[in-house]
């Protein structure tokens, strides 16, 4: 877990010792956290003040565990800031009441009492996400395929072999392995694939490996029952069992350590799993999805990836192309996040002039969309002209540009140490910076003897 991480908490419980305990636990992680007991001044604080994470409890008046207050607060949440962040906490683990805030836009949920690593690991996956628009298909991208009625922005041909293969695979059921680099929309191609599919109408749920310690490995994935090791106050619902009945997208498989990938298959083998503590086997029905930025048939000739995990994980395979590969699409990209940022920041809407606009056309983007993404967030916010002038741009490029015949591994490790040296070395804003996790990072540093 990083500390001093980025990011404004509002916490809403009317427990005054759950705020206490939550401001505890947290308060070394992010900038800052604000505190309320009366779920009534939620709307005034989201109005005053600009938040990144709610953390937000599912039950204020005593005696009652439906739930159903939680969840009006949680609509109203995301009425008035429609791409915030919102984390549920609920004291009775319910599967349903669970499935229902996430459907309903919750990000993810945590059971109380928690385990203060697992608040803390939740709490930053939440955070480490794009701050907006979020990767959803319904919600960030314009372009819609004819053909696949895909929500994806890129009228290459490159894109439009991808979205071939979404409207494909999405009608069945099959396991799908998305792989491709850093920042080009993995998750956004495995909602896509949800939303098209006959599960459209249950629940996504999105486990980010990179971010689980191997301690919490099976807590976090298969739950665990009341009393299956100290701290366990209560039996806890794991990623597979929130998203039975719909899909469950596992992001950064490649990150798991090779016990942890057995674990792993045998739950995907056996179609069960069980608790933590526990000998009863739960049946799971999901969709499977698994994504890497990590070259997984190599690993498997390098014995740190299981080849049999693959065969059951890879049933199809997507490659999702980088920003270089589909530099055609650019100008698609960029007018969208334009809209989207002059629209986020209120400031007029912008123009790209053609020399800026012939930039970054001829610029590699060796961190792809999200780089892309960020490039033009910087530019709404500083630039006070009608148009962006190529001369004063705020817009932060290179000036040297990656030719295409540069490896690909030498483009990478100049791009972890410029960041970690940027950073002074701090391994945290390095990782946030590259769109990384933190393991991932010491991985790839250890790999090129940084």
Not at 2 to 14: C, E, T
Not at 253 to 267: D, E, F, R, V, W
Not at 277 to 283: K, L, Q, R, W
Request: include cysteine; hydrophobic fraction near 40%; glycine fraction near 6%.
């Amino acid at each position: 877990m990083r500390s001093n991480a980025p990011g404004k908490i509002l916490i809403v419980d009317d427990d005054v010792d759950i705020l206490l305990t939550a401001r505890m636990v947290l308060k070394h992680k992010v900038r800052s956290i604000q505190t309320e007991n009366d779920p009534h001044q939620i709307v005034t604080l989201l109005k005053e003040g600009s938040f990144d994470l709610v953390l937000l409890d599912m039950n204020f008046t005593t005696g009652y565990t439906s739930g159903k207050e939680g969840l009006r607060w949680l609509k109203k949440i995301k009425k008035i800031v429609p791409d915030i962040q919102v984390i549920m906490m609920t004291a009775y683990g319910d599967i349903n009441l669970a499935v229902k805030a996430m459907k309903e836009g919750a990000t993810d949920f945590v059971v109380k009492p928690w385990e203060n690593e697992n608040l803390q690991q939740v709490v930053f996956a939440a955070l480490s996400k794009p701050d907006s628009p979020p990767e959803s298909p319904l919600q960030q991208l314009s372009y819609t395929d004819p053909q696949t009625n895909t929500n994806i922005i890129g009228e290459s041909e490159a894109m439009k072999k991808v979205y071939e293969i979404i409207s494909k695979v999405a009608v069945t059921d099959a396991n799908v392995l998305i792989i491709g680099e850093n920042g080009t929309g993995k998750e956004l191609a495995a909602r896509a694939i949800h939303e098209q599919s006959s599960r459209s109408e249950q629940t996504f749920v999105h486990v980010d490996l990179g971010a689980i310690s191997e301690s919490l490995f099976e807590s976090e994935l298969f739950g665990h029952v009341k009393g299956a090791f100290t701290d366990a106050h209560d039996t806890r619902t794991g990623r597979f069992e929130a998203a039975n009945g719909g899909t469950l997208f596992l992001d950064e498989i490649g990150n798991l350590s090779l016990p942890l990938q057995a674990k792993l298959l045998t739950a995907l083998q056996n179609r069960s799993i069980n608790k933590v503590g526990s000998n009863e086997p739960i049946a799971i029905n999901i969709r499977l999805i698994c994504a890497t930025n990590m070259p997984l048939y190599q690993m498997v000739s390098d014995q740190t990836f299981r080849q049999d995990l693959i065969y059951r994980i890879n049933t199809v395979e997507l490659a999702i192309p980088p920003l270089r590969s589909r530099q055609s699409d650019i100008p698609l990209l960029v007018s969208h996040f334009l809209k989207v940022y002059s629209k986020k920041y209120d400031r007029p809407e912008l123009n790209l002039s053609p020399e800026w606009m012939n930039r970054l056309q001829q610029y590699s983007w060796p961190g792809n969309i999200r780089e892309l993404q960020h490039a033009i967030e910087r530019a709404v916010i500083m630039e006070d002209q009608e148009s962006i002038i190529p001369t004063e741009s705020p817009i932060q490029i290179p000036a040297e540009h990656v030719q295409e015949d540069v490896n690909l591994e030498e483009v990478e490790k100049a791009a972890i140490v410029k960041a970690i040296s940027k950073h002074q070395g701090n391994i945290s804003k390095a990782a946030k910076e590259l769109g990384l996790g933190r393991t991932t990072l010491y991985r790839k540093m250890n790999k090129y003897g940084l």
